[in-house]
């Protein structure tokens, strides 16, 4: 299958900062990149759908200027976490698909918020 | 509204049993169902779609419309099969095929 990378897998911060999460479609043109976050032990909650060139569209209750997502080129989608608090603290998982084809998962990223 | 309901936490099965993993959806239309699978410290991957009608490491999973349901079912489980299943279903409304997960079944299968 398709492989979707996320980079980084791991990262604290402190409170406040900013952080940006890479996912990257390896070895297909995605036009549609998703972010989920899953609380522990929970599901996965879409956060956003992200297609290349336009606007990502949020889901209701995820603040757009809190999570900034830029989807660049079809093979690269960035989420930032802007001014983040230990609130924020999440497993954030992307995934990416191409039309209507399966969607592929990145591995993840640990965002600790401290 | 899109909803994917997935009544157990936990399913706790001894090795050779039959296990049976509930999913009921709920859509206005015609829904594309998927059966996902995360092993431990693995990435979320395609387990099944109920298009494909395929069996895959002994799963099967039948959409039934008129129950709205979309049960994961092997006949005898493997230790190896303990994991996180995800039931989902992405709808055609809108501008984006987007994947609505439910809350996940933990199977854990006894020696």
């Known amino acids: 299958g398709a492989v979707v990378s996320q980079h980084p897998s791991r990262v604290i911060c402190k409170s406040g900062t900013s952080v940006k999460i890479e996912c990257r479609s390896l070895?297909?043109?995605?036009?549609?990149m998703f972010w989920y976050r899953q609380f522990p032990k929970q599901s996965l909650m879409l956060m956003a759908t992200?297609?290349?060139?336009?606007?990502?569209?949020?889901e209701q209750g995820v603040e757009k200027d809190k999570f900034l997502i830029n989807h660049a080129s079809l093979t690269l989608s960035t989420l930032t976490v802007t001014s983040a608090h230990p609130e924020d603290s999440s497993f954030y998982i992307c995934?990416?698909?191409?039309?209507?084809?399966?969607?592929?998962f990145g591995q993840g990223t640990r965002l600790t918020v401290v | 509204a899109q909803r994917v309901t997935q009544p157990e936490k936990l399913l706790s099965v001894f090795k050779g049993a039959p296990v049976e993993l509930k999913c009921n959806y709920s859509?206005?239309?015609?829904?594309?169902l998927f059966w996902y699978v995360q092993y431990s410290r693995q990435r979320l991957q395609l387990l099944l779609r109920?298009?494909s009608r395929e069996s895959i490491k002994g799963f099967t999973a039948d959409l039934n419309k008129g129950e709205t349901s979309f049960h994961l079912k092997k006949p005898f489980a493997q230790e190896e099969d303990s994991a996180m299943y995800y039931c989902?279903?992405?709808?055609?409304?809108?501008?984006?095929?987007?994947?609505?997960f439910g809350t996940g079944t933990l199977l854990a299968v006894q020696p």
């Open positions: 995934s990416a698909s191409l039309g209507s084809t399966e969607a592929f």
């Open positions: 070895d297909f043109q995605a036009t549609t």
């Open positions: 992200s297609n290349e060139g336009s606007k990502a569209t949020y």
């Open positions: 859509y206005s239309g015609s829904p594309e």
């Open positions: 109920h298009i």
């Open positions: 989902a279903l992405r709808g055609y409304g809108g501008a984006t095929n987007k994947l609505i």
